[in-house]
DNA sequence: GCTGTTCTTGACTGTCTAGTCCAGAACCTA
DNA sequence: TAGGTTCTGGACTAGACAGTCAAGAACAGC
C-alpha cells in the first residue's frame, strides 16, 4: 500500500528511554533522541506524537521489562524459593553499587520527576510496584511452604517490606553510597525474616 | 558602606526551594523563583551566582533541616529511645501518604534528577544519608541498652536497613502507593526488628 | 511502469529561558 | 549633604528547543 517503516520501534524506544533515563525527561532533548535513533525529527513525532508520549510509551516497556526481570528471578518451585529471593535481593543491591554512572533505576527516576505532575507515570509506577510487590510476595509465600520462613507471618507485609527495602537500596545507591553498605543492607533484611 | 539587601536570604533559599520541589530543577525556570520572591533576575543572579548555585543551596540548607527535624525526634534518653523509633518511622510514613501532591522529599527528587550528573548533589545527599544512618544507629543502640532491641544485633546494620525502609516509602509513595500499604511497610519493619 | 499512499528528512518557526547589563535607587560614612 | 558603594528592577540578548511542514523517497498493488 504504501512506504513501510524503516525503523524498529522497539529499538528505538529503548535508545529513546537510554536518553531519558540518563539526563531525565526535562533535560532530554528531542533532537538528541534524534541523532542517537538516526531519525529524522518528523518520523519520530509522526511515530510517537510528542516528546511526553514518546517518555511514556518508553517508561511503560522499561518497567514492564522490569517486572518480567523480577518474575525470572523469583518464579519456581517452592523448593528454591528461599534462596530465589535471597540471590535477587543481593542482586539488586550488587547492581545498584555497580551502576557507576548512578543515574539507578528509571522507573524511580522518571517517577521521582513526573509522577506528581503526571497521572499517567503515577500509574504505571503505581502498577509496577504492585506488580513487583506480588511477585515478592508468592516468593515469600513460597519459602514459607518450603519451611524456610515462618509460616506464620504475612506474606504481603513481608513482600511490602522487601519491596521498600529494594527501593531504599535503590535511592540510596543514587547518592553512590558504597557497595558494602548496600549489601549490608540487603543481606540485613535478609537477616531479619522471620525463621520457622 | 553601601545599599544593604532588601531580602532575607533564608526565605529567597525556602521560596526558591519550593519551586525546585514542585517541579523538579531542570523544569523550574528562574523567571518563576524571581516572581515567587518578589526579588529581580538581577538581585538574584547578584545573591546566588547562577540556577545551579541557588539549587545547591537550596537543596543543601534543605537537608540540613531535615537531619535536624531526624535529630529531634530521635535524640534523648535511652529509656524512650525505641518509642521515638517507632513514632518517627510511623510518622514518616504517615507523612509520605499524606502528601497529596506527590513531590515527595526534595533530598529523593534533587538525588534522582541530578546525583549522576552534579557530584555536589551526590555529595550532599551522601552526607544526609549517613548522618540520618548515623542518628538511626544512635536509637537503635540506646533502644538496645534499655532493653527494647536484642543486644547482639548490630546497630549500625540495623540503621541501615531502617534507612532503606525510609527511603523506599518515601520512593513508593511517589507512586501514589495507599497510606495503609505505607503504614503496613513501617510497622512490619518495626515488627522484625529482633527483640531481646 | 504507473499511481496512490505513507514515510523520511531537515530546514524553519515561534516560543521560551538562562544569564547580562545598566540606569537609577538606597544606604553608609564622613 | 556629598560621595562612594552596593543593590534593584526589568529590558534585552543569544541560544536552545519542541513541534511543523513541504518536497521528495520508497514501497504495494495494479
Redesign the pocket.
Known amino acids: 500500500?504504501?512506504?513501510?517503516?524503516?525503523?524498529d520501534e522497539d529499538e528505538v524506544l529503548r535508545v529513546a528511554r537510554d536518553q531519558f533515563w540518563t539526563t531525565g525527561y526535562a533535560a532530554?532533548?528531542?533532537?538528541d533522541i534524534a541523532a542517537a535513533t538516526?531519525?529524522?525529527?518528523?518520523?519520530l513525532?509522526?511515530?510517537f506524537g510528542?516528546?511526553?508520549h514518546l517518555f511514556l510509551r518508553a517508561f511503560d516497556d522499561h518497567c514492564a521489562a522490569l517486572v518480567e526481570g523480577v518474575r525470572r528471578a523469583l518464579d519456581g518451585p517452592d523448593a528454591g524459593a528461599y534462596e530465589r529471593l535471597r540471590a535477587h535481593i543481593l542482586a539488586v543491591a550488587d547492581a545498584t553499587a555497580s551502576d557507576v554512572c548512578l543515574r539507578g533505576c528509571l522507573l524511580a527516576k522518571g517517577t521521582a520527576e513526573l509522577s506528581g505532575q503526571d497521572p499517567a507515570v503515577a500509574a504505571t509506577a503505581r502498577r509496577t510496584f504492585a506488580a513487583i510487590q506480588g511477585l515478592l510476595a508468592s516468593c515469600v509465600a513460597g519459602a514459607q511452604r518450603a519451611g524456610e520462613i515462618d509460616r506464620d507471618a504475612d506474606p504481603d507485609r513481608l513482600a511490602g517490606l522487601l519491596l521498600a527495602v529494594l527501593r531504599g537500596i535503590e535511592a540510596l545507591g543514587k547518592a553512590d553510597t558504597s557497595p558494602d553498605s548496600l549489601r549490608a543492607i540487603a543481606e540485613t533484611a535478609l537477616a531479619v525474616l522471620p525463621r520457622p
Chains 1, 2 share one sequence.
Do not use: N, Q, T
Open positions: 500500500m504504501a512506504r513501510p517503516r524503516s525503523f532530554a532533548r528531542v533532537d538516526g531519525l529524522g525529527k518528523g518520523s513525532y509522526g511515530a510528542d516528546k511526553r
